[in-house]
């Protein structure tokens, strides 16, 4: 007898690029609320996912949101209980989708993360791994 299957995948496939870009509008430090609010808590599922996940979700944001992606995650991660990535935040893969596309980050943005956050694997990733 089985009972059915469980897909960790299958909440992350819901999200829509309207939805990720929903997070946009939360990205100043000062003004960030103290709870995620509900059209936000889809992208919680995404916290941990691979990169393999967010390569398609990133392909169609320009390089100016996804910049402004890294400083919602970085925030969300720091503020919100249970918005935890660690080594794979998606701040990581954003960074790394920048690199990917020549528009490397510039040190500005590296800086602010690093002054945002308590996660050691932001922006670059575990280097150990």
């Known amino acids: 007898m089985t009972i059915g299957t469980w897909d960790p995948n299958a909440d992350q496939a819901q999200i829509s690029l309207d939805q990720l870009k929903a997070a946009l509008a ?20 995404l916290m941990k996912s691979p990169r393999s996940v967010w390569q398609p ?11 402004e992606l890294c400083r919602f995650f970085t925030l969300a991660e720091a503020r919100w209980a249970d918005w935890f990535g660690g080594d794979r935040n998606p701040v990581i893969w954003i960074y790394k989708d920048l690199k990917a596309r ?28």
Not at 102 to 129: Q, T, Y
């Open 26 to 45: 939360y990205t100043d430090p000062d003004t960030f609320p103290t709870q995620a609010p509900p059209e936000l808590m889809p992208l919680q599922a």
């Open 102 to 129: 020549g528009d490397v980050p510039d040190k500005a943005l590296a800086l602010w993360i690093k002054a945002h956050s308590e996660n050691r694997f932001l922006p670059h990733g575990n280097l150990l791994g």
């Open 57 to 67: 979700l990133l392909e169609p944001v320009s390089t100016p949101e996804l910049t």
